[in-house]
Structure formats: C-alpha cells, structure tokens
C-alpha cells in the first residue's frame, strides 16, 4: 500500500516560481513511477510530468522548458519545480503512483496511488 502527500502550492504572480513536493509511504518507493497531474475548475485531470524509477522525465507540451520533475527515492519524495508560471497554470495539482507501470504514462487508468491535491494560483 502506497500513501501519498502533496505540498508546496500557494499563491504566486505570473512568472513566479513554485515546488511542489511529494511524500510517499510504504515499501520500496524506488519501484514507484511517478507523476503529476493538474486539474482546473471544470475540466478534467491531465497529466502535467512524469518521473521514471531512475529520475527520466516526461512532460506534457505546455510545460516543456518551465517545469522539472525529479526523486529523491533516499527521501522517499519526488518534486515538481515550476518556474515562470502561467494564470494558465492553475489548478489543484495531484501526485501519482504505480508499481506496475505498463508504459502509458500521460494515462491516468495507469496509477493505482493518488494524493489529495495541492492547490497552485497563478495570477496575472
């Protein structure tokens, strides 16, 4: 079983910056692939980043370029740094996990584990 604990959101300005940071618990957190999604008022989740066992990344088109995800498996956390933010970008972003990844990372029927959300603002 795998529990999972966002934080880091806030509010910023436009073309701040934010990290966002996820806590996992349970065993073997090194066997987790991990994601972020994001959803906004009235839309649905979509997949944000994604973070392999060994820290390769994925990222959806809006967000190559400004946002960097990475682990820290000793820490048992995996982050998001998001920098020059958009109004565009906010949204309650949500942490991700699954131990038996089968290669469909901007899905989310491919996570078993989700967080609670942590809210980011960006304003104008």
């Known amino acids: 079983q795998v529990q999972l604990v966002e934080s880091g959101g806030g509010l910023v300005q436009a073309g701040g910056s934010l990290r966002l940071s996820c806590a996992a618990s349970?065993?073997?957190?090194?066997?987790?692939?991990m994601a972020w999604f994001r959803q906004a008022p009235g839309k649905e989740r979509e997949f944000v980043a994604a973070?392999?066992?060994?820290?390769?990344?994925f990222y959806t088109d809006s967000v190559k370029g400004r946002f960097t995800g990475s682990r820290d498996n000793a820490k048992n956390t995996v982050y998001l740094q998001m920098n020059s933010l958009k109004p565009e970008d906010t949204a309650v972003y949500y942490c991700?996990?699954?131990?038996?990844?089968?290669?469909?990372?901007?899905?989310?029927?491919?996570?078993?584990?989700w967080g609670q959300g942590t809210q980011v603002t960006v304003s104008s």
């Open positions: 991700a996990a699954t131990r038996s990844y089968t290669g469909s990372y901007r899905l989310k029927s491919e996570y078993d584990y």
């Open positions: 973070i392999s066992w060994t820290g390769s990344t």
């Open positions: 349970g065993r073997t957190f090194s066997s987790n692939f």
